[in-house]
């Protein structure tokens, strides 16, 4: 096939007839992928498109594997009567979540469909740990892919959520000491070897709030902070529509930060465990510290003790007060085990603490998002990598 050059010589100058078909493809792929099912007629409608130009846009995509027709079931004979939609097996993703306990996987198509599911829990420690890591997240995503029924079918794009966060410079995951074995700077190139396609790591609550700005509270919301509570502790800061994620990928490790009546945090990311808190935020307002406040009762007995939900409710305001006082948020949406128990009740007494301190007021939610939200925001990531390229028809 000839290469297409525009004036300056350079392939797909922008401009160009060709650049500008891929435009209106990716447009029209863009909208099938949002609305489902869409008529010649109504696509052209649109993408402002003539129908001329519509039908030879549809048949191209067709012919390259990434639409296919149907009729409609009442539909009249005839051009018009055709439906569009995007070939969910044009390409498959990965999402995955990792914790301390083992790793979550889902495989979807690339209509965002999940077709897959599977859950591998973690061993004792192995003699080789990255090794069994690799391998761990290999069996994760093999046994959603038997599922599906794509038998040895490698996924597109795949993401994992994990605790932490990866340091752009190092590419080493920090503040997640209690995942052994991924901490190795080439664990990422490892993972793509082993799977056999792009992996990204990415913190599990950017992930979580990634998923509520998609489909759950925060959506419409461009300045919002998502506070997660769980046997972990930690924030995802959206400024401007934009994630924040600070030097080290560590903006948003809300778990290490002091406040009074908690210890201190000491020594480096590599060196706190976050499963039992030794200081910080963490220490007073996780899992494992509600539970302390109820001589170790399981989490909904806990708080089901109204002086363990206000004294829970007082601590998670200190936490957020301290947050909105730096980022100034339009929303706060509490995530996470504590918040999920906790309720609407717990959300009441949260934002009843914080009423009249000197400082904004944002809105404080509960979070709206039903399934898994770091599966959830694993998986918008990988579909919108995948879509980047394989709706790419320049």
Avoid at 136 to 157: I, N, Q
Avoid at 301 to 314: H, I, K
């Amino acid at each position: 096939m000839a290469t297409h050059t525009g004036p300056s010589g350079i392939p797909g100058t922008p401009g160009t007839p060709r650049v500008l078909r891929a435009m209106n493809d990716r447009a029209a792929l863009d909208l099938l992928v949002a609305h489902g099912p869409l008529t010649r007629t109504r696509i052209s409608e649109l993408t402002g498109l003539s129908k001329p130009t519509a039908s030879q846009l549809l048949g191209r995509l067709e012919e390259t594997g990434l639409v296919r027709s149907r009729s409609k079931e009442s539909g009249r004979p005839g051009p018009n009567a055709l439906l569009y939609e995007i070939e969910p097996t044009a390409a498959h993703v990965a999402a995955l979540s990792a914790d301390p306990h083992g790793i979550s996987a889902v495989v979807a198509d690339i209509t965002g469909t999940v077709v897959g599911r599977a859950r591998v829990e973690a061993d004792s420690v192995a003699e080789d740990v990255r090794h069994r890591t690799a391998q761990l997240v290999k069996e994760a995503v093999d046994g959603a892919l038997r599922k599906a029924g794509l038998g040895s079918t490698e996924p597109h794009t795949t993401v994992i959520g994990t605790p932490g966060a990866i340091d752009p410079q190092s590419g080493e995951l920090r503040y997640a000491p209690h995942l052994p074995g991924w901490h190795s700077r080439t664990l990422r190139a490892e993972l793509a070897e082993v799977l056999g396609t792009p992996v990204t790591i990415e913190n599990d609550v950017n992930l979580a709030a990634m998923a509520e700005q998609h489909a759950g509270a925060a959506q419409d919301h461009d300045d919002f902070t998502l506070v997660w509570v769980d046997n972990g502790t930690g924030a995802a800061i959206v400024v401007g529509g934009v994630l924040l994620r600070g030097a080290t990928g560590g903006a948003g490790e809300i778990g290490y930060m002091p406040l009074p009546g908690a210890p201190l945090a000491r020594g480096g990311p590599g060196e706190y465990a976050a499963a039992n808190a030794g200081g910080g935020f963490q220490s007073l307002v996780s899992v494992p510290a509600v539970r302390r406040l109820a001589d170790g009762k399981p989490l909904a007995e806990a708080l089901a003790d109204l002086s363990v939900r206000e004294e829970t409710a007082r601590r998670l305001a200190n936490g957020i007060a301290a947050v909105v006082a730096v980022v100034d948020p339009q929303l706060v949406v509490l995530s996470g085990a504590v918040a999920r128990t906790g309720g609407e009740e717990l959300r009441a007494l949260v934002e009843r603490e914080l009423t009249g301190l000197a400082l904004p007021r944002p809105l404080l939610r509960l979070s709206e998002v039903a399934d898994d939200p770091i599966l959830g925001g694993a998986l918008l990531s990988a579909l919108a990598q995948a879509r980047d390229e394989v709706f790419d028809t320049a």
